[in-house]
């Protein structure tokens, strides 16, 4: 009795597999560990700017701040960004916000990153209050103190300038410093996106690429 193996069917299959359906497999893993890396950097963006409104949140933590490219066969390249380039074309405004905050800077009047604004200085508040979306109300900004009267310029004791506010009513106000002007502030970098993503990446890639492989059946 002979007994003959046939395997044409067989490297048939294997072929199959490593020509289309395993591609196809890695790329399906490849865009769900994107949309978690995506997911994860969401959340770290909402979690640093915790005065942002619901408006602001989606426009800082949107889909145009920070996109993400599926992935395909045979590239198995997928992508999620705040990153200016060709990829998915010039960075969104509101990514560009993202990049400064990622790689920090110095903030400066005619800057990128807008600030409150008085005589080509920034104005940063010392007792003025803000809003629940971390500006300061439209009354007390250095515009509307100085327009009114309730607000000057003054010297500061260690150097450099400031606006001074009359609080109070009567002839004798109190007088408090208001804001500060400086002509430039640092940016400190708080986003970490490329740690998230290494994290996220290390943590469910082995778990998502077994899963899609194990989907694959033989015909």
């Known amino acids: 009795m002979t007994i003959k193996l046939e395997t044409k069917r067989l490297e048939r299959n294997l072929a199959r597999l490593s020509r289309t359906e395993a591609p196809r497999a890695m790329a399906r893993a490849l865009t769900k560990i994107a949309l978690d890396v995506r997911a994860a950097e ?3 963006v909402t979690a640093n ?3 942002a409104s619901t408006g602001g949140r989606r426009y800082i933590a949107g889909f145009r701040a920070i996109p993400a490219k599926a992935a395909d066969s045979p590239d198995l390249f997928s992508a999620v960004l705040p990153r200016g380039g060709a990829l998915l074309g010039p960075p969104s405004d509101s990514e560009k916000i993202l990049i ?17 604004v008085s005589t080509a200085q920034l104005a940063i508040p010392t007792f003025i209050q803000r809003g629940r979306s971390g500006k300061v109300r439209k009354r007390q900004t250095p515009g509307n103190l100085l327009a009114s009267g309730r607000g000057f310029f003054g ?10 506010v009359k609080v109070g009513r009567g002839k004798n ?3 408090r410093l208001g804001f500060t002007l400086r002509r430039a502030a640092p940016l400190e ?3 970490e996106f490329y ?3 290494r994290a996220v990446a290390k943590r469910g890639w082995l ?3 077994r899963k899609e492989m194990a989907r694959i059946r033989l015909a």
């Open 207 to 209: 778990t998502k690429a």
């Open 155 to 164: 010297k500061l004791s260690t150097g450099g300038e400031g606006i001074f």
């Open 195 to 197: 740690r998230i993503a």
């Open 173 to 175: 106000p109190r007088i």
């Open 42 to 44: 969401v959340a770290h």
């Open 49 to 51: 700017f915790p005065k």
């Open 100 to 116: 400064q905050h990622r790689e920090g800077g110095q903030i400066t009047p005619r800057g990128p990153v807008e600030r409150l």
């Open 189 to 191: 970098p708080r986003i």
